[in-house]
């Protein structure tokens, strides 16, 4: 794309509607402030700056224009965000950069006419559907996932070619491969198909499941995904979120399922809010784009061992992520899919009674078997401490001490002791919460001119002042004064937009507690600077009075109490 299309976007998309219609956004001066949609947090540090058209976290320290919002939020490649930018501001996607609409443009294309082609033949082959009805799918469901059957051989291929697609742009795409003879061959033979579709509801690959047995001396997996594209990752998609997003976002709850089958059938059953692994496997992107929609997500895992090892692994993989992870009780069913095909209603009444996963981890683990055997008692608190110790929320690790406490019969106090002095890695070696952060520790002097900087510019006056005391400002801070209209510089200003305690001036603060805020900053900035310099003088005079040279212990000497004279005056108006 060129240069002149993406300023063309970026003028026709303002940076405050965009935000607006995923964000909740509140006035904050001449910004706008919302939490961030990045990384959990109670007070607003994401600000929009309509001015200078960028956004800006700072709890996290993610921000860019409304390109990068998008690949952000949306988990899109440069490419795929904008080409989202460009359908909502009304330019022609055609008017884009020819070569890149090739690359990416054509296998959108190609995948939605392989959809059609998919649902088509699910319409008119009448055993695949009625294997589906079997499992009480209707077709009103089928039809909105836009569920298909692909039969096999090259009839899509050769659907695709009389479409006007090149063959070397299907074989790129992931929907047919060439045979050791040189013909190509459809990937998805005799399978039901589930289409994956991107948070913008575009089809970007497939699922395949075999219907039917496999060919004789034949080994073939049961589920068959794309290959991975330019357009699909298969770490970034979750089945169905497309459909259940908004249900998501709504209720703050994710239900949690495994296969394509279990979603389906849950949203069926009036159970919507639900998103689908789709045997990939969880990955830190599923989970943050999770995060962004709800804080809470329910899982349900086999009523066994096995079960009891998979919510284990669950709650680690859950942890780093804030989540509040609820489970939901299955009963005699083996999985979700399977609750809903014997008794529709069953689902709808299981998510509303279930209980925290802790709590039924720990329930599992403390059985008769280990109340007598202290070692295994004290592995398996030692164990699920560590569980604890890696939780970012602390009403979070207290509702799971409290559950500890209850299921293994040791005082809550104890408990407590024990997670303190938990400061050992596995490997030996002292270790700190995996989401801290190593934060260089700035002095007083920074301290103060941090905040300094943010006020001067809320205030022309102050920003005045501050420019005629600009000896006084360690760097980076003089820099922001020089060149107000840096990057960094403009930081600075969004920053004065933050609330009350996170280096903010809150619009609607009171005017004179401001000024006199920063007339005392300013003070103690100089304080300081001349606390500095009275060190050095008291480094000089002991040099001077080693040395004998009694002239200089008296000039030192009488510049070091004037000095301090002076520091006594600021400390007693401050």
Not at 124 to 151: C, D, I, K, V, W
Not at 204 to 232: C, H, M
Not at 300 to 316: H, I, M
């Amino acid at each position: 794309m060129a240069g002149r299309d993406v300023d063309l976007i970026k003028e026709r998309v303002g940076v405050v509607d965009l935000v607006r219609s995923y964000l909740t956004l509140m006035p904050a001066g001449r910004n706008f402030k919302a939490l961030c949609p990045f990384h959990g947090e109670k007070t607003p540090s994401f600000i929009v700056s309509p001015e200078r058209k960028t956004w800006h976290c700072f709890g996290c320290g993610k921000g860019g224009d409304v390109i990068r919002f998008v690949m952000e939020y949306e988990n899109l490649e440069f490419r795929e965000a904008l080409r989202f930018l460009a359908e909502r501001a009304g330019i022609e996607i055609r008017s884009l950069d020819p070569q890149a609409e090739r690359e990416f443009g054509v296998l959108y294309d190609i995948h939605e006419h392989a959809t059609a082609f998919y649902m088509n033949e699910l319409r008119n082959t009448p055993l695949p559907r009625q294997y589906l009805e079997s499992r009480t799918l209707t077709l009103a469901t089928m039809e909105h996932f836009q569920l298909g059957f692909a039969p096999g051989g090259e009839t899509l291929t050769m659907h695709l070619t009389k479409q006007g697609f090149a063959i070397e742009d299907i074989a790129r795409a992931g929907l047919a491969g060439k045979t050791t003879s040189g013909l190509y061959r459809d990937r998805f033979q005799n399978r039901i198909i589930f289409p994956l579709a991107n948070h913008i509801g575009k089809v970007v690959a497939f699922t395949g499941r075999l219907w039917g047995p496999a060919p004789q001396g034949v080994d073939l997996p049961k589920y068959l995904n794309s290959s991975e594209t330019p357009i699909f990752s298969k770490s970034k998609i979750l089945f169905g979120l497309n459909k259940t997003k908004n249900d998501i976002a709504r209720s703050r709850t994710a239900v949690l399922v495994e296969g394509q089958m279990d979603l389906l059938l849950a949203w069926q059953s009036g159970v919507q809010n639900v998103v689908a692994v789709s045997g990939t496997g969880l990955t830190g992107e599923h989970l943050l784009r999770l995060r962004r929609l709800a804080d809470t997500l329910l899982v349900s895992f086999d009523n066994d061992e096995a079960g009891t090892k998979a919510l284990d692994r669950a709650l680690d993989t859950l942890s780093p992520y804030d989540f509040h992870v609820q489970a939901i009780d299955l009963k005699e069913y083996k999985d979700p899919g399977e609750a809903c095909e014997r008794d529709p209603a069953f689902l709808a009444r299981a998510v509303e009674v279930v209980e925290p996963a802790f709590t039924r981890l720990v329930r599992r683990i403390f059985t008769s078997a280990i109340a007598d055997d202290v070692a295994a008692r004290k592995r398996a608190v030692r164990s699920l401490l560590m569980k604890i110790r890696r939780l970012t929320s602390s009403v979070e690790q207290n509702e799971w001490l409290r559950a500890l406490a209850t299921a293994s019969g040791v005082p809550q106090v104890t408990l407590l002791t024990e997670l303190a002095e938990l400061t050992i890695g596995d490997d030996g070696r002292p270790s700190a919460p995996p989401t801290a952060e190593v934060v260089p520790k700035s002095s007083r002097r920074e301290i103060i001119a941090a905040r300094l900087t943010v006020l001067a510019f809320t205030n022309r006056d102050f920003f005045a002042t501050v420019r005629q005391h600009i000896t006084l400002l360690p760097e980076p801070y003089r820099g922001f004064i020089e060149q107000p209209e840096s990057e960094a510089a403009a930081l600075q200003e969004m920053q004065a937009s933050l609330p009350a305690g996170r280096q903010g001036a809150r619009a609607g603060d009171d005017p004179v507690r401001i000024r006199a805020e920063f007339n005392e900053l300013l003070a103690q900035l100089e304080i300081e600077e001349l606390i500095v310099v009275q060190r050095g003088l008291r480094t000089k005079l002991r040099v001077a009075e080693a040395s004998g040279n009694d002239e200089e212990v008296e000039q030192i000497g009488a510049s070091f109490q004037a000095l301090s004279r002076q520091l006594d005056e600021l400390r007693s108006r401050s």
